[in-house]
């Protein structure tokens, strides 16, 4: 089964369209990948979902099409995003950070899933009291990572979650993906431009090329697929 069927997908920035017409699948309780070059449309896919940009075609998540709605309610119904750059807030403190995540829930609710996701990143609750923006780079993103998973989602958005991060951290962010995956069940759909790890948590694959989906694959078969890699994923 699928939780989100994106189906002749079109987007636009003013007049320029972007995307031309794509097409995917993001199977259930699964990681999917989307990879491409840089400028390929992968940010604009995850802006799409969220309804962040002038967009055509269908977007169904879990069986409804919410292609119409706005970027609050797409949130609501449980997809969360961790943009380009991470999005957190750097004067506000760990913990308010957190908080803002939750803003789709309730007070209690949104307590209890903080302490939870401080259990899974202990140094996020070392930190709670100090501002984001002393956090290491790593460190902020797994904050921003935690801040999407407080509403508890069902669909989490993330794009180019490596970006900025030294070999060593990057690994530990994608073991944190997996571990996440793994234990919640939370459908994974994470933008990468290092492939070989992105793969390697992945269980399908969507390979972008300026504006259109040039294949989708389960992640083996794509990462041993020698003329792909060297056409699309560069090792
Ligand atoms: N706000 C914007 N206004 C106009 N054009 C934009 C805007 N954002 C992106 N674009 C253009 O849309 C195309 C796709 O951009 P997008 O950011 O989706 O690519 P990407 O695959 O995420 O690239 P990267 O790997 O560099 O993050 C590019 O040609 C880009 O120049
Ligand atoms: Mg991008």
Known sequence: MNLLDVEGLHARYGSAEVLHGIDFAVPAGEVTVVLGANGA???TILRSICAMVHT???IVFDGRDI???RTDRIACLGVA???????T???????ENLRIGGYTTSTAATERAIDRWYDFFPRLRERRRRPAAG?????????????????GPRLLLLD????????????EVFRALARINADTGTTILVVEQNAHLALDIGTSAVLVDAGRVVAQRPAESLA????????????
């Open 56 to 58: 055509t075609g269908r």
């Open 89 to 95: 807030f750097g004067d506000l403190t760990v913990e």
């Open 224 to 235: 041993r697929d020698e003329s792909v890699r060297r056409a699309y994923l560069g090792y």
């Open 160 to 171: 180019e979650p490596s970006l900025g991060l030294a070999p060593r951290i990057t690994q």
């Open 41 to 43: 449309g992968k940010t």
């Open 135 to 151: 956090l290491s780079g790593g460190e902020q993103q797994m904050l921003a990572i935690a801040r999407a998973l407080v509403a």
């Open 67 to 69: 292609s119409g709605l």
């Open 81 to 87: 995003h961790v943009p380009q750059g991470r999005g």
